[in-house]
T-cell receptor
Framework: AQSVTQLGSHVSVSEGALVLLRCNYS??????LFWYVQYPNQGLQLLLK??????LVKGINGFEAEFKKSETSFHLTKPSAHMSDAAEYFC??????????FGQGTELSVKP | SAVISQKPSRDICQRGTSLTIQCQVD?????MFWYRQQPGQSLTLIAT?????????ESGFVIDKFPISRPNLTFSTLTVSNMSPEDSSIYLC??????????????FGPGTRLTVL
């Protein structure tokens, strides 16, 4: 069965600093992995996805993630945080039938 | 990507009543899903809305509590029945597949914020 674990329910960084949000997955089959962002009082927006092509995936807003099979990880990074990056971030893995299983979410705060 | 709208965007309801949430997409899609996001928590899949047949519910969710309709490829409704304060959540619809959308990713609507008093 597939599952996702996000390490850290809250991450705080300074503006301009590196953003690193951690996600580990468990899957009995090659997974499809996703990062979504949820801004306050909004729905979910797809940041990026891994679907068994390149292991380094680039997404919107300068975010990228690297799929590491040996570590069962799909961590999200951004070299330089911006105030507008403050939001809730969810890692997700696809289940049978295209259904998504979400991690618990990581709230990113950006300090000026 | 598709434009997805949900109505209402938010509502405050009394316990014991029911609310029907609509999800409208501007193009035909194959798969539509309904998720619940309880306060401060992650998303949990309620059911897959199947066009022309009964929805497929996840463990812990039943049709009597969350009846779902999907009369065509662009529209679905979720009803939250006999509501209690524990039903206070954000309800989101999502889609995947179809002529314009990959099956490998889901797009989400803006959500319906429900508060039950």
């Amino acid at each position: 069965a597939q599952s996702v674990t996000q390490l850290g329910s809250h991450v705080s960084v300074s503006e301009g600093a590196l953003v690193l949000l951690r996600c580990n997955y468990s899957s009995s089959v090659p997974p499809y992995l996703f990062w979504y962002v949820q801004y306050p009082n909004q729905g979910l927006q797809l940041l990026l996805k891994y679907t068994s092509a390149a292991t380094l995936v680039k997404g919107i807003n300068g975010f990228e993630a690297e799929f590491k099979k040996s570590e069962t990880s799909f961590h999200l990074t951004k070299p330089s945080a911006h105030m507008s990056d403050a939001a809730e971030y969810f890692c997700a893995v696809t289940r049978t039938g295209g259904k998504l299983i979400f991690g618990q979410g990581t709230e990113l705060s950006v300090k000026p | 990507s598709a434009v997805i709208s949900q109505k209402p965007s938010r509502d405050i309801c009394q316990r014991g009543t029911s609310l029907t949430i609509q999800c409208q997409v501007d193009s035909q899609v194959t798969m539509m899903f309904w998720y619940r996001q309880q306060p401060g928590q992650s998303l949990t899949l309620i059911a897959t809305a199947n066009q022309g047949s009964e929805a497929t519910y996840e463990s812990g969710f039943v049709i009597d509590k969350f009846p779902i309709s999907r009369p065509n490829l662009t529209f679905s409704t979720l009803t939250v029945s006999n509501m209690s304060p524990e039903d206070s959540s954000i309800y989101l619809c999502s889609l995947s597949g179809g002529p314009l959308h990959s099956y490998n990713e889901q797009f989400f609507g803006p959500g319906t914020r429900l508060t039950v008093l």
